[in-house]
């Protein structure tokens, strides 16, 4: 057997985001902005959800765990690529480099399983509205957030395992800008025939599965909406979906691009800028879209927001009304 050019590597060389200088301020204070939008507006969601008993719905805590992944998300792959253009210095460690696929697999197959127990749960309020309720009980709703974790976890640290049995070649440039679990694969010298396969299992299973739930949950749910006799009931049913779909079609609509820049773009960079957007951009559109289509969601952020600013107010006051009181003096 001939001898391989591997070793043991201790890090990873991830791309730079831009090669001009100038451009790296401008660039970090964009990504920077995004991540904070979408940090905030996460936050924003979860707690008028939970601040308000009237979103106490099943709905709405699917909502709140979409949330929460999505700022995981975000903050497995952001905060490292800010650091790197603030340092000039585009390595990563093994170990970070294995928990960053680790973590990425984690919170996007959560995403996507979130995505579909949503859509059951539309399907289910449209389709079945007098059995809504006792289908849809707190001890499913959490059932079924337990289970889409557990799932995401085992498939995370199956395939980071898998990793850890592969030898790298001295070449160990990733062309993105975070850790991806298919690039490390094809930085290997070692045999990767079981990790492709395990790749293209768990985009079957993980992937499909979900995305194939969504579409039989609209497919119900557009055929019951038309045999509705009233076109308000149909508007109705319609406008509840809309906010989801919407978070569907922008959540699968950027996997697919990275699929489609990956096999036919001519120029890394364009997928990598593609990738990081995948990871960027509907995390962050998501608080947008549930505030600005839901009339709920709106009259609770606006409570939130005004309960905020008068608590504001008055630890204003206080400071102000404590700064300008005369000192006292203690006199024995």
Same mark, same amino acid.
């Given at each position: 057997?001939?001898? *391989?050019?591997?070793?043991?590597?201790?890090?990873?060389?991830?791309?730079?985001?831009?090669?001009?200088?100038?451009?790296?301020?401008?660039?970090?204070?964009?990504?920077?902005?995004?991540?904070?939008?979408?940090?905030?507006?996460?936050?924003?969601?979860?707690?008028?959800?939970?601040?308000?008993?009237?979103?106490?719905?099943?709905?709405?805590?699917?909502?709140?765990?979409?949330?929460?992944?999505?700022?995981?998300?975000?903050?497995?792959?952001?905060?490292?690529?800010?650091?790197?253009?603030?340092?000039?210095?585009?390595?990563?460690?093994?170990?970070?480099?294995?928990?960053?696929?680790?973590?990425?697999?984690?919170?996007?197959?959560?995403?996507?399983?979130?995505?579909?127990?949503?859509?059951?749960?539309?399907?289910?309020?449209?389709?079945?509205?007098?059995?809504?309720?006792?289908?849809?009980?707190?001890?499913?709703?959490?059932?079924?957030?337990?289970?889409?974790?557990?799932?995401?976890?085992?498939?995370?640290?199956?395939?980071?395992?898998?990793?850890? *049995?592969?030898?790298?070649?001295?070449?160990?440039?990733?062309?993105?800008?975070?850790?991806?679990?298919?690039?490390?694969?094809?930085?290997?010298?070692?045999?990767?025939?079981?990790?492709?396969?395990?790749?293209?299992?768990?985009?079957?299973?993980?992937?499909?599965?979900?995305?194939?739930?969504?579409?039989?949950?609209?497919?119900?749910?557009?055929?019951?909406?038309?045999?509705?006799?009233?076109?308000?009931?149909?508007?109705?049913?319609?406008?509840?979906?809309?906010?989801?779909?919407?978070?569907?079609?922008?959540?699968?609509?950027?996997?697919?691009?990275?699929?489609?820049?990956?096999?036919?773009?001519?120029?890394?960079?364009?997928?990598?800028?593609?990738?990081?957007?995948?990871?960027?951009?509907?995390?962050?559109?998501?608080?947008?879209?549930?505030?600005?289509?839901?009339?709920?969601?709106?009259?609770?952020?606006?409570?939130?927001?005004?309960?905020?600013?008068?608590?504001?107010?008055?630890?204003?006051?206080?400071?102000?009304?404590?700064?300008?009181?005369?000192?006292?003096?203690?006199?024995?």
């Amino acid at each position: 057997m001939e001898p *391989r050019n591997e070793t043991h590597v201790s890090d990873f060389l991830l791309m730079e985001v831009t090669e001009d200088p100038e451009l790296k301020p401008l660039l970090f204070s964009l990504f920077l902005s995004m991540y904070l939008v979408t940090v905030l507006g996460n936050l924003l969601m979860i707690l008028a959800v939970s601040s308000d008993p009237h979103l106490h719905t099943p709905m709405y805590f699917f909502l709140c765990n979409l949330s929460l992944a999505d700022i995981c998300l975000s903050t497995t792959t952001v905060p490292k690529m800010l650091v790197n253009i603030q340092a000039q210095n585009q390595h990563i460690s093994y170990s970070g480099c294995l928990t960053q696929v680790c973590c990425v697999l984690v919170f996007a197959s959560l995403n996507s399983c979130i995505l579909s127990a949503m859509a059951y749960d539309r399907y289910t309020a449209i389709c079945h509205p007098l059995m809504y309720t006792v289908i849809m009980n707190p001890r499913l709703c959490v059932l079924l957030i337990l289970l889409s974790l557990l799932i995401s976890i085992v498939d995370a640290l199956l395939h980071s395992l898998m990793l850890l *049995r592969l030898s790298f070649c001295t070449h160990v440039e990733i062309p993105l800008f975070f850790c991806e679990v298919v690039q490390v694969i094809q930085l290997a010298c070692s045999d990767t025939l079981i990790n492709n396969i395990l790749i293209y299992l768990a985009t079957g299973v993980f992937g499909g599965i979900p995305l194939c739930g969504i579409i039989f949950s609209y497919t119900q749910i557009v055929s019951s909406v038309l045999r509705m006799p009233s076109a308000g009931r149909k508007f109705k049913a319609f406008s509840t979906c809309g906010s989801h779909l919407s978070i569907v079609c922008l959540f699968y609509g950027a996997a697919f691009a990275v699929y489609i820049s990956s096999a036919f773009a001519d120029s890394s960079r364009n997928t990598a800028v593609v990738s990081m957007m995948y990871t960027v951009v509907p995390q962050m559109m998501n608080p947008f879209i549930y505030s600005l289509r839901n009339r709920d969601m709106k009259g609770a952020l606006r409570k939130l927001i005004s309960n905020i600013l008068l608590v504001f107010e008055n630890c204003l006051v206080y400071v102000s009304v404590w700064s300008d009181a005369p000192p006292t003096y203690l006199h024995t």
